[in-house]
């Protein structure tokens, strides 16, 4: 099965940027669609981004879209999210997920749903100091 560990949280200041890693096993992030969601204490985990298994798409969340980026190094088998211009809100478990069954449709939201990964970190925590 996939293995994924993420890696690169901690705690920033409102402002700052972290980037965070995942390592991934059997070739996924080549291979399959890939995204990165959050989980704030009380509260339901939430899509942050996503990139598709080819052709370079990927999708972002209102919320973060325009201060962190995603992207894939699959001569590493990494997938990353870059955080820039973090904020208070941002602070949450991220975790990285593989859909290594290729049950998203990218001509709909299905990657904004937890549901359709079938893989996922342990994750790593991100605390925004105001």
């Known amino acids: 099965q996939v293995q994924l560990v993420e890696s690169g949280g901690g705690l920033v200041q409102a402002g700052g940027s972290l980037r965070l890693s995942c390592a991934a096993s059997?070739?996924?992030?080549?291979?399959?669609?890939m995204g990165w969601f959050r989980q704030a204490p009380g509260k339901e985990r939430e899509f942050v981004a996503a990139?598709?298994?080819?052709?370079?798409?990927?999708a972002y969340a209102e919320s973060v879209k325009g201060r962190f980026t995603i992207s894939r190094v699959s001569a590493e088998n990494t997938l990353n999210l870059q955080t820039n211009n973090l904020k208070p809100e941002d602070s949450a478990v991220y975790y990285c997920a593989a859909d290594r069954d290729y049950s998203i449709s990218w001509s709909s939201t299905d990657y904004t749903n937890a549901r359709s990964y079938d893989y996922w970190g342990q994750g790593t925590q991100v605390t925004v100091s105001s």
């Open positions: 059997e070739r996924a992030v080549s291979s399959y669609s």
């Open positions: 990139s598709r298994w080819s052709g370079g798409i990927t």
